[in-house]
């Protein structure tokens, strides 16, 4: 068998013996589960709206009834209150799994032991990564498989689409969970010692959360302030971008055609692209815009328009598939990828050159 395996094998029955996973990993569990229960008393209560929505237009005209349609609610509603906590609390236990994946074994002297065996330290730190990430995606898929439990045994039966949805999600959800995984794994390999690996691991967490809202105060330093929207027309009065702006001046009414500056549309097409790139640095961002998209059938990540909400539509109408969606997130994933690979390269080149002595 190779070290790889024989490492990752002894990382993995390690942690299933951990007091500290499975309490986190417990914790995680309920919240999941109480964010479904939640979810699907509000898709119940919006189905109870629908229902009553499609009572009333069957009351009216034929031509009313025709023409406008409420929209029914997607079962996935329900994994967008999950989605939701499991943006806010998910890194919890990638962060528990990694912060000490290397830092313990300095701490306790086993390292030295370790090292001391015909072992290459390739295969030690690739063996200690596969069993980390291993026991993290089980555990994520046990979650899964919980909230999926609870929605049969709610009567709610997903669909084709929705099981494709929610794999999806789940695909992504790992993708997530193990940037985190490999950021934990980096700051137990650059610290001295547990304590400050832990808080270089939290202070990223901070940092993903918090880089979003300062997103603002970066273009303002960078672009500075935006021009004026409009500015007098100077071509044909019948310009698309132009419009009538009427002032009344004692008994004298002034109409002058205004026109929207293209400088200030320059000026917001490069704020919101420096915007995406400084956030695509957020892996919560990225898995939200990934959220948007796949789980409520968005067109876009940045999509501003409210999901779950009933919309009355026309006949003939639907959600995006998610096949026309899909490259849509292609920067958010990539993204994730790379901070992934990042944190995985720093633990390895960091671990192949320490000094155990």
């Known amino acids: 068998m190779r070290p790889e395996v024989i490492v990752a094998a002894k990382e993995f029955k390690d942690y299933l013996t951990s007091k500290r996973f499975l309490l986190i990993f417990g914790v995680l569990l309920l919240i999941s589960m ?54 806010t609390v998910g890194w919890l236990l990638a962060i528990a799994i990694g912060f000490d994946l290397i830092s313990k074994e300095k701490e306790t002297g086993s390292l030295k032991l370790l090292l001391a ?121 019948t310009s698309a971008a132009s419009s009538q702006v009427i002032s009344r001046i004692g008994n004298d009414t002034a109409r002058m055609q205004m026109e929207i500056n293209p400088e200030y549309t320059s000026y917001w097409n490069t704020r919101n692209q420096i915007t995406e790139m400084v956030c695509l640095l957020s892996p919560t961002y990225d898995l939200q815009g990934i959220s948007r998209v796949v789980v409520s059938g968005q067109q876009s990540p940045v999509s501003t328009s409210a999901s779950g909400q009933f919309q009355f539509r026309e006949r003939g109408m639907s959600s995006p598939s998610l096949g026309s969606t899909l490259p849509s997130i292609l920067p958010q994933v990539v993204a994730l990828i790379v901070i992934s690979l990042a944190g995985f390269a720093i633990s390895y080149a960091k671990f192949v050159r320490m000094d155990v002595r």
Do not use: H, W
């Open 117 to 237: 065996r015909p072992t290459y330290r390739d295969s030690i730190v690739n063996g200690k990564i596969l069993g980390s990430a291993s026991i993290l995606v089980v555990s994520l898929a046990a979650t899964f498989l919980v909230a999926l439990a609870i929605l049969l045994f709610a009567g709610i039966v997903p669909s084709v689409d929705d099981l494709v949805r929610m794999a999806v999600f789940f695909l992504m959800v790992i993708l997530f969970s193990l940037t985190f995984l490999a950021i934990a794994i980096a700051a137990s390999a650059i610290a001295k010692n547990s304590t400050m690996s832990i808080l270089l691991a939290i202070g990223f967490v901070v940092f993903s959360l918090l880089l979003p809202s300062f997103t603002s105060s970066i273009c303002d330093i960078v672009l500075g302030e935006a021009p004026t929207m409009v500015i007098p027309a100077t071509g044909s009065s």
């Open 34 to 87: 109480a964010a479904i229960i939640a979810g699907i008393s509000s898709y119940n209560s919006q189905l109870a709206t629908y229902n009553e929505q499609k009572s009333m237009l069957s009351a009216m005209n034929s031509t009313a009834a025709a023409r406008f349609q409420p929209q029914m609610p997607s079962m996935l509603l329900v994994f967008e209150s999950f989605s939701s906590s499991f943006i």
